[in-house]
């Protein structure tokens, strides 16, 4: 089945800076990576998307680039902001077979904006 | 108001007890899952269901059991089977199961703890 490994766990940055955040996959069939947002004590929120077939997708301060050849994908936050401090999760899906419409998610990134 | 919504928020149970987590969704949505968080683990998915009386094992079922009688709930029951049952449970539902690229909507959660 698929792996999904994330890093950094923690990430501490001071405001104004740009946070990174990395993903790797291990099935080369998938085909969408979704990031999560998770901030304390509440369900995950998607803050961003991208499918196979595109290379970056941006969305203001935050952006997602892939590579497929590597496997991997990460998040670009600029310009962070103390409302920006929560969990990062990456996910991965592939499209048919016994895994249709399931995600399988990184560890997640813990990250801190200090004003 | 759309949305997921968790029963209890917390939860406490006395080990060798049977448990069972509400999970209602309004949003008209085929598809619902149940994931377990633990500290950085990221999420893993128990079971899920891409519609009504019908649902598949995930990547750790053992100990807990599900239904789907109705579209808009799908209640998760933790065992006494389940050896490590505290945990926080998280439930999502997507429009699915027409394709893999369908945002997860994340309820807030249940914080279980077996005492």
């Known amino acids: 089945g698929e792996n999904v490994e994330q890093h950094p766990s923690t990430l501490s940055v001071q405001e104004g800076d740009s946070a990174v955040i990395k993903c790797t996959y291990s099935?080369?069939?998938?085909?969408?990576f979704p990031w999560y947002k998770q901030e304390l004590g509440k369900g995950p929120q998607l803050i961003i998307d991208?499918?196979?077939?595109?290379g970056e997708k941006k969305d203001q301060r935050i952006a997602v680039t892939l590579n497929k050849t590597a496997k991997h994908f990460s998040l670009h936050i600029t310009e962070t902001q103390p409302e920006d401090s929560a969990v990062y999760f990456c996910?991965?899906?592939?499209?048919?077979?016994?895994?249709?419409?399931?995600?399988?998610f990184g560890q997640g990134t813990i990250l801190t904006v200090h004003p | 108001d759309g949305g997921i919504t968790q029963s209890p928020k917390y939860l406490f149970r006395k080990e060798g007890q049977n448990v069972t987590l509400s999970c209602e969704q309004n949003?008209?949505?085929?598809?619902m899952y149940w994931y377990r968080q633990d500290p950085g683990q990221g999420l893993r998915l128990i079971y899920y269901?891409?519609?009504?009386?019908?649902?598949q094992k995930g990547d750790i079922a053992e100990g807990y059991s599900v239904s789907r009688e109705k579209k808009e709930s799908f209640p998760l029951t933790v065992t006494s089977a389940q050896k490590n049952p505290t945990a926080f449970y998280l439930c999502?539902?997507?429009?699915?199961?027409?394709?893999?690229?369908?945002?997860?909507?994340f309820g807030p959660g249940t914080r279980l703890t077996v005492l």
């Open positions: 999502a539902s997507s429009t699915g199961p027409a394709g893999v690229f369908n945002e997860q909507f």
């Open positions: 099935d080369s069939a998938s085909n969408y």
């Open positions: 991208i499918r196979s077939n595109v």
């Open positions: 996910a991965a899906s592939r499209a048919g077979g016994t895994s249709y419409g399931k995600l399988t």
């Open positions: 949003l008209n949505h085929d598809a």
């Open positions: 269901s891409q519609i009504v009386n019908d649902f």
